[in-house]
C-alpha cells in the first residue's frame, strides 16, 4: 500500500461548480482510480484559501499520479503548483 497527498487549486468564482461536479463521483473516475490501483479517495477543500488537499491509498508502491495526466483538466481547478 502507498498512501499519497497532492493539492490543487480551485480557480475563483467556480465554487459552486465544483460543489456541483463532486456532489456524486463520476463512473469513469471512479473506473480511472479503480484501475490505477487507488482504493481510497478523499478531497478536503479549504474554502478560505481556495486549496483543494486530496489524499488517497493505492495497492503496491507505485504512484498513481501518472494516470492523471490523461484526465482533461476540469476548468473549476487549476493543476498549477499551489505555495
Not at 7 to 32: C, S, T
Not at 36 to 58: E, H, M, P, R
Request: aromatic share 14%.
Amino acid at each position: 500500500m502507498k498512501r499519497e497527498a497532492f493539492k490543487m487549486f480551485l480557480k475563483p468564482g467556480f465554487e459552486k461548480e465544483y460543489e456541483k461536479r463532486h456532489a456524486a463521483i463520476w463512473p469513469e473516475l471512479k473506473k480511472m482510480l479503480s484501475d490505477g490501483g487507488v482504493y481510497d479517495y478523499s478531497i478536503y477543500w479549504d474554502k478560505d484559501t481556495n486549496i483543494l488537499f486530496a489524499c488517497q491509498k493505492t495497492k503496491g508502491e507505485e504512484s498513481s499520479q501518472a494516470g492523471w495526466n490523461g484526465v482533461p483538466e476540469p476548468e473549476p481547478i487549476s493543476n498549477e503548483r499551489v505555495r
